[in-house]
């Protein structure tokens, strides 16, 4: 199992006692034993561990030697729906222009769902993808990470996309809620199954639609968002093949007052009257209202947190700067991630962007615009890549990932 801090220990019930004090545990992502590999040293087989003799305690187990095991990322796919609204329609229905949103946003174009669109249809064409680039086959899937705020079903949509697929032994499948962080926390959580529950092929898919939670009046948010999916398939390996390197991971409630769409309720139907019987009873039916945010103040959350992140996460991998071959930030703001580069100092052209063309897609940006990236042939095999979350919640976060 995982602790927080990232470090998996076995199921046996001394171990995590037995070898705590060599080991460096850090409160976000980890550092391995001392004397070895700065990379991640997580396990998830325990070789060597013996029973005990009747009636002996847990203590006298002897103290197994631990089989490091690494995942990879080894195909990626996305989808998008086919209606684009452009700035140029926008400013049909709102008190704007493309050159006001261009400048402010980078946006030129996003994606929104139709009548015709299901976003569990668009998750399940971008884990198709996926699976495809990868030679992997449904049946082989050991688990479906759904990450989404904006699910189909109350309940969850994983289920739904793991039914789709046609993964005929029912691996398990759930979905993630962290907003824009949602794809950053689904990789680490697919390691986590991978490394500590001896999973095999874990698909991470990020998907949002939050032109259904858009107020299309109000051209501060209107103008932002757009629909899409995007999946990555994280597989086992050798630990000498371990592509994710590190992670870094926050929240903070106290800032959740500056981006939200908190629940409300709706006015009380006659024939759920109480009549005064029961106070407060019964309840009223609730629904979501739109997207709340204060920009100025998630702009400066953004430019402040994710470099740190970003450094945090690259000190535990041991790696410089220099190491990055890209730079892979939630595509929700140009400016935000023009100015996250200058602080990495990581210039223009190793910075991956496709926002113009899909505005801010939430938890599937990430996945999409890697996706983009490596079917263009820009991101290759062995490339080195410093991705980062944020939004909602707050929430934040980074990992630094090798691709292939």
């Not at 086992?236 to 309720?265: I, P, V, W, Y």
């Amino acid at each position: 199992m995982a602790n927080s801090s990232g470090f998996f220990t076995s199921s046996v019930p001394s171990l995590r006692r037995r070898i705590q004090p060599p080991i460096g545990i850090y409160r976000s992502g980890l550092r391995s034993l001392e004397g070895f590999s700065n990379r991640v040293f997580c396990s998830s087989t325990i070789k060597g561990a013996e029973k005990p003799s009747s009636g002996a305690s847990p203590a006298e187990y002897r103290v197994p030697s631990l089989v490091s095991k690494g995942c990879k990322l080894v195909g990626c796919g996305s989808a998008a729906p086919t209606l684009m609204i452009s700035n140029d329609d926008l400013a049909k229905i709102v008190d704007t222009s493309d050159e006001w949103i261009s400048v402010r946003t980078g946006i030129h174009n996003r994606r929104v769902l139709s009548d015709k669109d299901s976003l569990t249809t668009l998750a399940v064409e971008a884990a198709r993808k996926a699976l495809d680039m990868a030679q992997v086959d449904p049946d082989d899937v050991d688990l479906v990470l759904m990450c989404t705020s904006t699910p189909e079903d109350l309940f969850g949509s994983a289920p739904q996309i793991q039914k789709a697929l046609g993964c005929k032994r029912n691996p398990l499948a759930y979905d993630i809620t962290a907003a824009c962080s949602g794809f950053v926390l689904g990789l680490v959580s697919a390691a986590c199954h991978i490394r500590g529950g001896g999973f095999q092929n874990v698909l991470v898919i990020g998907a949002d639609a939050l032109s259904r939670y858009v107020d299309w009046t109000d051209r501060g948010t209107c103008i932002l968002f757009g629909d899409a999916a995007g999946a990555v398939l994280v597989q086992a390996c050798d630990s000498e093949e371990d592509g994710l390197f590190s992670f870094d991971l926050h929240s903070d409630g106290d800032g959740q007052r500056h981006l939200n769409a908190t629940m409300k309720e709706n006015e009380m139907d006659n024939a759920a009257e109480s009549n005064g019987s029961v106070l407060g009873f019964p309840p009223r039916r609730s629904s979501y209202s739109c997207i709340q945010m204060n920009g100025k103040e998630v702009f400066r959350f953004a430019v402040r947190c994710v470099p740190q992140s970003i450094e945090s996460a690259l000190e535990k991998a041991g790696l410089p700067r220099s190491s990055i071959d890209w730079l892979l930030l939630h595509q929700a703001n140009q400016r935000i991630i023009d100015a996250v580069a200058t602080r990495l100092e990581i210039p223009p052209e190793r910075v991956i962007s496709n926002l113009a063309n899909y505005g801010n897609t939430s938890a599937a940006s990430i996945p999409l615009a890697l996706d983009e990236a490596v079917r263009s042939g820009k991101v290759k095999a062995g490339h080195t890549i410093a991705a980062a979350g944020f939004g909602a919640g707050l929430t934040w976060g980074s990992a630094i990932l090798r691709w292939g």
